[in-house]
């Protein structure tokens, strides 16, 4: 099972991109799917997570300028990002809401938000 997440780049404060993750071992309608982050020197963080047909939870950081969304035909989930701030740098990943560091993860897309 290979996860794979894209869409990262570099940006400007103000700016947008979209991610995108691919993970093929997981039914998002039985487990959900969460997107997380590092940045450097910290921890990894639940950014966004979407859950059947339960509304999506966005950590406080994020809320109003984040949207999670799947195309579960694709087997893939989105994260549009707006607004994007200095302190959103960071390298992202894709997995389900209770994952933890024994669990597989991607090797993630590095987002920077820089002037």
């Known amino acids: 099972v290979e996860i794979v997440e894209s869409g990262g780049g570099t940006v400007q404060p103000g700016g947008s991109l979209k991610l995108r993750c691919v993970h093929p071992?997981?039914?998002?309608?039985?487990?959900?799917i969460a997107w997380y982050r590092q940045a450097f020197g910290k921890q990894r963080e639940l950014v966004a997570s979407?859950?059947?047909?339960?509304?999506?939870n966005y950590a406080e950081s994020v809320k109003g300028r984040f949207t999670i969304f799947t195309d579960v035909r694709e087997n893939a989930v989105y994260l549009q990002m707006n607004d994007l701030k200095p302190e959103d740098t960071a390298v992202y990943y894709c997995?389900?809401?209770?994952?933890?560091?024994?669990?597989?993860w991607g090797r993630g897309t590095q987002v920077i938000v820089s002037s």
């Open positions: 071992g997981v039914s998002f309608s039985i487990s959900g």
């Open positions: 979407i859950s059947g047909y339960d509304d999506p």
């Open positions: 997995n389900p809401p209770s994952s933890g560091e024994g669990d597989d």
